[in-house]
Every structure is written in C-alpha cells, then in structure tokens.
C-alpha cells in the first residue's frame, strides 16, 4: 500500500519508513506540510502519518485541510506531549489515531498495518441502516434523514459495529479491537471518536441516536 509520512524529523521519519517498506508498502516522504499536501494531490495514498509539529502547520490543521478537500487516507498523527485535549481536536478533525505517548518506529508501523489492513476487510458489510441513519460501507458515506455526514473510515467502522449490532450495546473492547486490533494505550481514544461522532449524527438533530452504556459500551438506536 502507498503510505505518506511527513515528518521533520529525518531520522524518524526513516525509522518508520524502513520499517514500513519491509512490510511490503510503498512509502514516499515530505518535510513540510505544503509538501506533503502537493504530493497527496498528485498521488492517492492508502495512509499517511503526519508530524504533531511540522515547520509550517501544526498536524491538526494539516489533516483539517485533508479532509476538507476530500481526502479519507487513514491519517495517524504521531508527536509526545499532547495532552488529551490535543488528541480530541485531532480527532475531531478526522484523524484516525493519534499517538501522544513515546512510540518507536517498530509500534507504529505495525499499528498502521494492522489499521490499513482491517481498512480493506471492513466492507462485508456493504450497507446498514438505523433510525433513519444510513451508512454505505462501499462509499464511506452517511446520511441522517437524507442530510449527508461527512465521516472518516475509522467512525465509519466504529458506526458499523454499533449499527449492525443495535439496538443491543457494543463493548470498548470490540469497538478497540475492530479498528486498532486490540493495541490501545489510551483509552481516550475511542471516547474521542465517539465525541467527534455525537457532533456530527446527533447534534445537528435535536435527537440523540448513540448512547454510553457505562463501564460496558455504546449502542446506537432503540
């Protein structure tokens, strides 16, 4: 698969891409933000992992833009010292993962393989509907009462599961393992996805379709 990193750190930024290209992908490689986004024009990447800090735009911002024009590579944005409030805006912005804590280059590239694979095997489920929530496994696309939602490929994961299974509750457990395959450090993370999907299903709506089972889950629906 076709993986962008950008990174300003070179040597870390070739740890990761040694790693990755032993797996098998084909990886290419920007220091800057106006780099990477001239490249990701030209070229469909599969992924891309993105610096917390690049020299000319924070990588909230950068994957903002990505999404904005279109873009639904599985973004993981990689940088220590973000605090929870950091990986919430990241995101809810539309990245797929953010790795706050110390990580070697080894982890995260298993870690986006495990992610880039579940990507491909994620569609058996080709399309599912709720309380008037449609979701198109195929498209990536979602609408609620005909009005589209813009979603990344990791909430549409976790909308599937939560979907197909409803109205009974999913566990955290399932929902970590079916978008990251179990290897979660923070918790914080699936909390933020759903946060990030709360604002976009039910918000906008005046009703709320997901719920918290506590200690346990989320449901969807019922």
């Known amino acids: ?82 605090g929870v409030g950091e990986v919430v805006m990241g995101i809810s912005a539309g990245a797929d993962d953010y790795r706050a804590q110390r990580t070697d280059a080894l982890e995260i590239a298993a870690r986006l393989s495990s992610m880039m694979q579940r990507g491909r095997t994620c569609h058996v489920v080709e399309a599912v509907s709720v309380a008037g929530l449609c979701l198109d496994m195929r498209s990536c696309t979602l609408t609620r009462a005909d009005t589209p939602i813009d979603i990344t490929r990791t909430q549409a994961k976790v909308l599937k599961e ?45 009703t709320r379709l997901i719920r918290t089972h506590i200690k346990f889950g989320y449901s969807i629906g019922g």
């Open 1 to 82: 698969m076709d993986i962008l990193i950008m990174d300003c750190d070179v040597a870390r930024a070739l740890a990761l891409g040694d790693h990755l290209i032993a797996s098998g992908h084909s990886v290419s490689f920007a220091r800057t933000a106006r780099n990477g986004l001239l490249l990701s024009r030209r070229v469909p990447f599969d992924a891309m992992v993105i610096a917390r800090d690049l020299s000319d735009m924070q990588g909230v911002e950068l994957v903002k833009r990505l999404r904005e024009r279109g873009d639904d590579a599985l973004v993981m944005i990689i940088g220590e010292g973000a």
């Open 162 to 206: 939560l979907m197909v299974a409803a109205p009974c509750p999913v566990t955290f457990r399932r929902l970590e393992q079916v978008i990251w395959g179990g290897r979660v450090h923070d918790p914080g993370l699936l909390r933020a996805h759903v946060s990030s999907l709360r604002r976009r299903v039910d918000r906008p709506f005046g």
